[in-house]
Every structure is written in structure tokens, then in C-alpha cells.
């Protein structure tokens, strides 16, 4: 049996259809704080544990028979790290720590982590490889890095070979966008579908890695499934070219066939200036290779928010009520 945490969540729900897709039956533990019952609709021989990761009895329960654990659940945000980061501590890095712990007393054979890009902090121009000394910028980072020790060392001690996954800016159908804390993508594609304005904090010129959810979806398995990993290995998901926010706003312009300039605010708390990937590791050892095109994986990304715009509209319609304007899914 294989667990996925965070299953019914954005990137979670996308792993869980492709296992389901190459014939795996998976377990799903998602407190539905920000996953859908939704996002797993119509996938067969997928088993739902509505649990938070605070709660280690739920989550060794969950563990029974399990040989693969993908853990995914978290809280996601740097930003509301620093606005709640007690309650972010308790999930990114207790809960971390208690899937380590249920990992060994189920015997589980592998821990696939997805960890952060954050943990490097700000990394001037240069890509960044796994071998760069971490430097979190935020208490996000700081917990994620924490995770990937926990991880390591129950690992080591209990005989379960851990991988971290350090993910950089992933992006695609199904991300929220309704939070302030919601993927710039995300954000960025609801607002240019419904004219509104958008607004980049500080001067656009920060860089990310962004990289299409059918990629770190392919990372996952390959971690997952390659079996000469060496426990404790860190790789990055990414795709080795990063963007300005700038170009990102440009790209989406086009591709809604023009947009008016977007404002500007003051640069976010904790917000990583430059991030770049060097992915040769990961590529080495797993035969990762990114496959979505960007300008590609944005258009699918912008068709699925406008289907589910329309699909809102459609049920506001039959309602009779007037739209609301920022609900979610
Ligand atoms: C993201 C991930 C986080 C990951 C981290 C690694 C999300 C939601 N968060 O954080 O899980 O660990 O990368 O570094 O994907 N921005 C705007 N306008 C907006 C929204 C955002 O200008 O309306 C800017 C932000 O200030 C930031 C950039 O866009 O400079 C990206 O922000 P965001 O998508 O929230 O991701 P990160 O903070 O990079």
C-alpha cells in the first residue's frame, strides 16, 4: 500500500491520479484544510484519511501495510510562516517528525519528502545545487529543513531510506488560488481572466524556477521507484531555467491576448530575491528530465481556471445568486 499525505491537495491529488493511472491503490491522509474531496473525484481504489498530520495515532494508523510514503501534507506559505508560525511549526515540522515516527513503526521501506527550494535561501544568480550550505530565510524554510532531518535520522536509525524532494515554484490545474497565500501563478491567472489588476510585490525583477506539476509529479515516482537510492539523497525539482515575475506577467499577457501593466507593492517579508535551480543531480541519478514546456504548461494551467470559472458561473446561474468574487473551488 503506498500513503500519500496531502493527497487530496493540489500537488498530491496529481500524484494520486497518476498511481491510480499505472494500477497502485493508494491511501490519501488530508485533513481537507486546503485539499478537496474533489480533486480525488473519480479516481478508483483511492482510500480517504481525513487526519491532521498533529495527530501521530491517526497517522500511524494509516501507516498499517504501507511500504511507500509520499509526504506531501504541509503547510506551504512562507509568508504565513511568519504570520502563524507556531500552528506552521506544529504541521511542517511536528507532523514531519511524527511521519518519521509512524514510517518506522510500520516498517515502511521508503519516505519520498517534499521538501523546499526555500531552504537555500536568497542564492544570488547562481543555480543552485544540492550541495549548497542551507540558509532558511523564513520559518517555512527553517521547518522544511527540519523535516528533512527528522527524516534522515529516523531513517538511519529505523532502516527506511528517506529521499528529499526540494521543490521549487511548481505550478498548474487545480492550485487555489482563493489565499493570500496562494501560488503567484495561481493568483496571477485568476485575475488576468477576470481583468482585474495584479500586483507584483516589490520590482518584478525576483527570479523562480517555475516548474509544471506533471514534472515533480515524474520526480516523485523516480524517487520513489529507483531502487539505488542512498538514504538521506536530496535532489531539487525544477526545470533549470528561471524567470523573472516580470516575464511571467508578460507570458500570461499573451496568452489572454494582453493585459494592462501590472502595480506594484513593497516586496513580501522573507521573500527569496533570486532562486535558481541546477537540476544535473537529479537528472544524474533519477533520469529526471523535464518534459511541459512553460509556455505550454501555462496555457493548460490557464484553460483549467477558465473552466472552473465557468463552471463557478454555471452553478451561480442555476442558483440564481449573484457571483462572489473570491470563493473557493
Ligand atoms: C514558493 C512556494 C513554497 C516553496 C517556495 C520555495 C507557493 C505558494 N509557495 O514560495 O511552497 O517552498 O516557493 O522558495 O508556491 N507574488 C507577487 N504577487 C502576488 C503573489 C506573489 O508578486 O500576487 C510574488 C511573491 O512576492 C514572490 C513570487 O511572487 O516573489 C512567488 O511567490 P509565491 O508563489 O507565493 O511563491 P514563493 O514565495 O516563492
Redesign the pocket.
Known amino acids: 500500500m503506498i500513503l500519500v499525505t496531502g493527497g487530496a491537495g493540489f500537488i498530491g491529488s496529481h500524484l494520486v491520479a497518476d498511481l491510480v493511472a499505472s494500477g497502485q491503490a493508494a491511501r490519501v491522509f488530508d485533513d481537507l484544510s486546503s485539499g478537496k474531496r474533489e480533486n480525488l473525484a473519480g479516481l478508483r481504489g483511492v482510500e480517504l484519511v481525513e487526519a491532521s498530520l498533529v495527530d501521530a495515532a491517526a497517522l500511524e494508523r494509516a501507516c498499517a501495510g504501507v511500504t511507500t510514503i509520499y509526504h506531501l501534507a504541509a503547510c506551504?506559505?512562507?509568508p504565513k510562516s511568519f504570520d502563524e508560525p507556531a500552528f506552521c511549526h506544529a504541521v511542517n515540522a511536528t507532523g514531519t517528525l511524527h511521519v518519521a515516527m509512524a514510517a518506522a513503526r510500520a516498517k515502511v521501506r521508503r519516505v519520498v519528502f517534499a521538501s523546499?527550494?526555500?531552504i537555500y535561501g536568497n542564492t544570488g544568480d547562481v543555480a543552485v545545487a544540492e550541495t549548497r550550505p542551507p540558509q532558511p530565510k523564513s520559518p517555512?524554510a527553517a521547518q522544511?529543513l527540519l523535516g528533512e532531518h527528522y527524516l534522515n535520522d529516523y531513517g538511519a536509525a529505523h532502516g527506511f531510506t528517506t529521499v528529499s524532494l526540494r521543490?521549487?515554484?511548481?505550478f498548474g490545474p487545480r492550485q487555489d488560488p482563493s489565499s493570500p497565500?496562494?501560488?503567484?501563478?495561481s493568483?496571477?491567472c485568476e485575475r488576468l481572466l477576470r481583468g482585474e489588476a495584479?500586483?507584483?510585490?516589490?520590482d518584478?525583477r525576483?527570479t523562480?524556477d517555475f516548474v509544471a506539476v506533471a514534472d515533480v509529479v515524474q520526480a516523485l515516482r523516480l524517487a520513489a521507484k529507483e531502487p539505488g537510492v542512498v538514504h538521506g539523497s536530496v535532489w531539487n525539482v525544477a526545470t533549470g531555467r528561471s524567470r523573472t515575475?516580470l516575464e511571467l506577467h508578460a507570458a500570461l499577457a499573451a496568452l489572454v491576448g494582453g493585459a494592462p501593466p501590472p502595480c506594484h507593492g513593497p516586496?513580501?517579508a522573507g521573500?527569496?530575491v533570486r532562486?535558481a535551480a541546477d537540476i544535473t543531480a537529479i537528472q544524474t541519478n533519477l533520469g529526471y528530465r523535464p518534459r511541459v514546456g512553460f509556455t505550454d504548461a501555462l496555457a493548460s494551467t490557464l484553460d483549467w481556471y477558465r473552466m472552473r470559472a465557468a463552471a463557478v458561473a454555471q452553478a451561480v446561474d442555476k442558483r440564481g445568486a449573484t457571483p462572489r468574487s473570491g470563493g473557493k473551488a
Open positions: 506551504p506559505s512562507v523546499s527550494c526555500a517555512y522544511k521543490f521549487f515554484n511548481v497565500y496562494s501560488g503567484v501563478i493568483i496571477f495584479i500586483t507584483i510585490h516589490g518584478g525576483q523562480r515575475l516586496a513580501r521573500d527569496i532562486s
